[in-house]
C-alpha cells in the first residue's frame, strides 16, 4: 500500500507538546491527556495553555496530577478520520504512561488493521520529530515497512538530554527511573537526565546552570556532525532563555542543522518536570 498525505492519518497525544499540528496539517490529529488540580480537570491545552498552568502551579496548596486520554477519546478521533485508509497514532513512552495502552484498545475496539499504534519510547518534542519525520515521507509516498523502519532507527538513534530545576516532580510522579540515584540536596546542583529506551535515566550531575550549557554542548556534539538533515528542538517549562542558549550551540557547533521545534511544555509534561526545566532533542532525518 502506498501511503500519502491524501490516505494516511497521524494521531499524536499531548505530550507530543505540538498543539498546532492539525492548524499545520490537514491529516494531523492532537489527543489531549488530562491534569487535575484538587477537583478541577483540565485538557492538556484545549482547556489549560501553558502560561495559565504555570499561574495555577504558583499558588496551588499541592500538585497537580495527570491521567491518560480514555479509549473513547482516540476511538471518536479515529472514527473521525474515516475518511483515511491508514492511521499511524504515535504517543508518549508506554513506560512512563498509559495513554498508548488506552490507544491500543481503541483501535482494537474500531477492529481491523487501519491503525498502527507506534510507541515513540521518547516525550514532548521527541515525538514531534518523529511525527514530523512521518510526515517527511508520507509527502513523498511510502510503505508501512519504511516507516516501520524509520520507527527503529528514531529508537537507535535519536537523542535527548534534559535538565531540571529539582527531582522533586520527577519523584511525585513516579517518572524518575534510574534518576533516583541523582536525588540530593547539594546546592545547586543539576541532575542532566536523558531519556533511554522510553525510560528516564541519569547521565551526569554538574553545579550550576553554565556548566549544565556545557554538558550539553558537549553531548550534543559527540552524538551529532554537521549534516543536512540533523534535526534539533527545544522544549522549556516557563524558562524561555533556555531556548536563546541551546539555539545558540546549535547555530554555533551545527550549523547545517535546522532548529524544527520550540515550545513550551504544556501542563501534563510540566507536571513530571517542575518549572524551569528544559529539554533538548535531536534526530538526524535527511
Known sequence: MNLTLEN????????SDYPDAPARFPNMRFVPLYVRFGEETYRDYVELAPSAFFEKLRSAATLPQTA????????????????????????????VSGTLQSAELAASE?????????????????????????????TRGTTDEEIDDLVRRFHRDAGVLFTVETLEYLQRG?????????????????????VEDGVVVPVARVRGRRKAVAEFERRFLEATEDAPGLRVAIAHADAEEWVGTLSEIVWRTRPKAEIEFTSTLGAVVATHAGPGAVGFFWFMDP
Not at 494516511?8 to 505530550?15: E, F, G, I, R
Open 174 to 194: 513516579g517518572r524518575i527511573g534510574r534518576a533516583q540515584a541523582l536525588a540530593g540536596s547539594l546546592l545547586n546542583v543539576k541532575p542532566i537526565l536523558s
Open 8 to 15: 494516511t492519518a497521524v494521531v499524536l497525544d499531548s505530550t
Open 110 to 138: 474500531l477492529g481491523g488493521d487501519k491503525v498502527r499504534i507506534v510507541d515513540s519510547l521518547s516525550a514532548s518534542l521527541g515525538i514531534a520529530l518523529l511525527a514530523h519525520a512521518i510526515q517527511r515521507r508520507l
Open 68 to 95: 491518560q486520554p480514555t479509549p473513547q477519546d482516540f476511538l471518536r478521533v479515529y472514527e473521525e478520520l474515516d475518511a483515511y485508509e491508514r492511521i499511524y497514532s504515535v504517543h508518549v513512552s508506554s513506560k
